[in-house]
């Protein structure tokens, strides 16, 4: 189960996540992501409550940060222990901007 | 404590998979942290055998995902004080430890998407080992719990 709430204002996006990112809901967020990402050159991500993330998640963030440095910036706030975890293992610590 | 769990190598029954194996690892007094990261482990195996182990392949040799069916099971044991998950299938044999580690260091523009999820598996689990054995792929994975 993924929840995701996108909040848009003119070139700004929040996406607010809750649930578990995982191989059968990674699509659902490269859907909205695909939509809704177009014109935008600030996006972040609330992972508040975000439970779990798996490779397939990673994915999805990985493909939108290199769309995201293109024409703009991607953050990543509220990263849980668990999802920190992953990203520490992976080096997405490294190359996802998180605050 | 041995118990097993057995089902088509299909993407649909890794939810029932992952409730199997957080039901197991509740009985056996594991905190929430350790569930996530087995889950993850549980997911990124179950996913690799539900699209290649029965997969045909095409007339080049390529592999195509989610192209045949059959059996898979997961068996867990726990004994002293280490949880063991073994992944069984009939499939064409494949040893996924050999798959070469991704660069976790590289930057975002040369970050290759994939082969992150065999990579997870080998930094989360304390010991991993590969054999076909009587027609089967057997992977087990070791946890010091």
């Known amino acids: ?99 | 404590m041995k118990k097993t769990f057995e089902c088509d190598a299909k993407i649909e029954y890794l939810n029932k998979a992952t409730a199997f194996l957080e039901e197991t690892l509740e009985e056996i007094g594991c905190n929430m942290k350790q569930i996530v990261q087995l889950s993850v482990v549980l997911e990124e195996v179950f996913v690799n055998i539900a699209h290649y182990a029965y997969a045909k392949a095409d007339s080049a040799g390529n592999i195509i995902p989610d192209t045949g069916s059959g059996q898979m099971s997961l068996t867990l044991v726990a004994e002293n004080g280490n949880l063991s998950m073994i992944f069984e299938d009939e499939g064409r044999p494949y040893n996924p430890l050999e798959k070469e580690d991704p660069d976790v260091t590289l930057a975002v523009e040369d970050r290759e998407i994939g082969g992150l999820g065999i990579y997870i598996v080998k930094k989360r689990m304390d010991d991993v080992s590969y054999e076909y054995k009587d027609g089967k792929n057997v992977l087990s994975l070791m946890k010091k719990l």
Do not use: C, H
């Open chain 1, 1 to 99: 189960m993924l929840n995701i709430n996108i909040l848009k204002d003119a070139g700004k996006a929040v996406l607010a996540l809750e649930g578990r990112l995982d191989t059968s809901t990674a699509p659902q967020l490269e859907d909205a992501i695909n939509r809704d990402i177009a014109e935008i050159t600030d996006l972040s991500f609330d992972f508040k409550n975000l439970e779990y993330i798996s490779s397939a998640g990673l994915r999805v963030l990985l493909s939108t940060q290199k769309v995201m440095n293109k024409q703009g910036k991607m953050i990543i706030k509220n990263v849980s222990e668990e999802v920190m975890e992953i990203f520490d293992v992976t080096g997405f610590s490294d190359i996802l901007t998180i605050e």
